[in-house]
């Protein structure tokens, strides 16, 4: 299952033009290379989260992007980029807030204390829940927020689909198969 959830997102980021990269700044002369993301670090402390739910985060991004042969969100600090997004935003802080707190009631202790089997069990009942739910709707907002923001880092972007960055060709061949040359 993991493969092909991985070949998916393969897929669908190949398909997008909108790929970020970050330049380091230069120091005296030197070139910087600037064709993939810098490396994801760890912030001292959260801005935003309380310390029992940025580690509640940090758990549900490593459940939905775990580490494989390639490093999980968690590796890459996604849980740290969720948590500077949703400090600036009084809407997103309260829905994640809520949710979270939610999570914890159906939980019914905090669900960062359960064992991963109980924790995949609740996520799995929330992501079947119909679509107007609100476990579902806080399920959706958790992975798509792990799957944008790991693979805008380098652990994501190239460890995982081998992005290179933008290079010029000095010519274009097009279409190669036999059947398609005129």
Not at 66 to 89: E, I, L, Q, Y
Not at 123 to 146: C, D, I, Q
Not at 170 to 182: D, L, N, R
């Amino acid at each position: 299952m993991s493969a092909s959830r991985r070949q998916a997102i393969r897929t669908i980021a190949g398909a997008t033009t909108g790929l970020v990269t970050t330049i380091a700044p230069a120091q005296q002369h030197q070139h910087v290379d600037s064709s993939s993301p810098a490396p994801s670090k760890a912030p001292n402390a959260p801005l935003f989260f309380t310390a029992a739910e940025y580690e509640t985060v940090g758990i549900l991004v490593d459940l939905i992007i775990p580490r494989t042969n390639t490093p999980g969100a968690r590796d890459a600090f996604v849980h740290a980029s969720v948590d500077d997004r949703v400090k600036g935003d009084a809407q997103r802080r309260t829905t994640w807030r809520e949710g979270l707190a939610a999570l914890d009631a159906r939980a019914g202790s905090r669900f960062a204390t359960l064992p991963q089997a109980r924790q995949v069990e609740l996520l799995t009942a929330m992501s079947n829940e119909p679509e107007s739910a609100a476990g579902r709707k806080f399920f959706e907002l958790v992975k798509g927020a792990t799957i944008d923001l790991y693979y805008e880092t380098r652990e994501g972007l190239v460890q995982e689909l081998g992005y290179h960055g933008n290079v010029a060709l000095t010519e274009f061949k097009g279409c190669t198969h036999p059947e398609h040359q005129a």
